[in-house]
């Protein structure tokens, strides 16, 4: 009975660790916030807000709850959306220090409102409007909210973008649409210029070496910093902090230059198993043989006792 104890302390100090500790001590290494579940209707940047901008920001989202009430027509805002497709397209260059994201999935990965405060104002919709001390209008997007201002219109872009951009896409589409443009992942050999190809000759691997880092220094330029490879942030940060970051980048780190990125629900479950893909790629394998080893390790515990009670019976 003595090693049973044993391995009874032992168990137990050991599921303490996992399932208590190690979540304590995350959760102490950055402050708690409240999750939002991707509803983006303003509560978090007034709150935040400066008494300055709290009512020029709830007078922002009340538009854009006003906006998504109405009824958005497809057709109209294919025409529309046509404005937008000379920056958001295949190949786009780097314009005011990031390129263009593709907006092929953009109606199923962001969310609807924030679609909608995004052409409204891009500066106050990302929550980095305190970066345009001058008027959001220096936003790299700025323009957009000259060149569809009226309530209908950005209605029926948003309609569009629903009804034709919603493809189902997989992990890797998410995360490259919504923070491929920024952050690279070295363990997916991919870049802020997209995935690394193979090159026959050095000189061809150097030239777009260049390319990277000329595009790394614009976007260190316009950030203030090179975002940072998120290749391991999957295992370097808890489930509650990356959510509530992506939601809201300023609810973990006041001032920081990252905008927020807009995704739905069911746009961030895509882009977080994709990190947790290339961060933790034998995770699904542990989940299979987890049991088994566990399994294996308690029938062995069983035997050996017995063993050892069979040794011992004849000699107490």
Not at 259 to 277: C, H, N, T
Request: hydrophobic share 40%; glycine share 6%.
């Amino acid at each position: 009975m003595k090693e049973l104890k044993i391995f009874g302390v032992v168990a137990f100090f050991t599921l303490l660790l996992y399932w208590g500790v190690e979540p304590y001590a995350h959760s102490q290494m950055h402050k708690h916030v409240e999750s939002h579940n991707f509803v983006y209707d303003g509560t978090a940047d007034i709150e935040e807000a400066s008494k300055e901008k709290q009512e020029m920001k709830k007078a922002f989202w009340a538009e854009v709850k006003t906006i998504a009430a109405l009824k958005g027509d497809a057709v109209a805002g294919e025409a529309t959306f046509g404005m937008c497709m000379g920056c958001h397209m295949d190949g786009a260059t780097n314009m005011g220090g990031v390129i263009p994201p593709s907006l092929d999935h953009a109606g199923a990965l962001y969310d609807k409102n924030y679609l909608i405060a995004l052409i409204k104002d891009p500066a106050i919709a990302s929550n980095v409007d305190h970066k345009y001390p001058n008027g959001t209008m220096t936003h790299p997007m700025g323009s957009i909210s000259s060149m569809v201002s009226e309530p209908q219109d950005i209605a029926n872009v948003v309609a569009y973008l629903q009804a034709n951009k919603s493809a189902e896409l997989t992990a890797k589409e998410a995360f490259t649409e919504a923070c491929g443009r920024c952050h690279a992942m070295r363990y997916a050999k991919s870049t802020q210029l997209g995935d690394t190809p193979s090159f026959k000759f050095e000189k061809d691997a150097l030239a777009h070496k260049i390319k990277v880092i000329e595009e790394q220094d614009a976007v260190k330029a316009y950030m203030g910093k090179l975002p940072p490879d998120l290749s391991m942030i999957a295992r370097a940060r808890s489930a509650h902090f990356l959510e509530t970051f992506v939601e809201n980048p300023q609810s973990q780190l006041a001032g920081t230059s990252m905008p927020r990125v807009g995704l739905s629900e069911k746009g961030y479950e895509e882009v977080r198993a994709y990190l947790d893909e290339i961060g933790d790629p034998s995770k699904p394998a542990r989940a299979i043989a987890g049991p088994w080893v566990i399994g294996f390790m308690i029938l062995f515990t069983i035997l050996a006792y017995l063993w050892k009670s069979s040794l011992w019976r004849d000699l107490h």
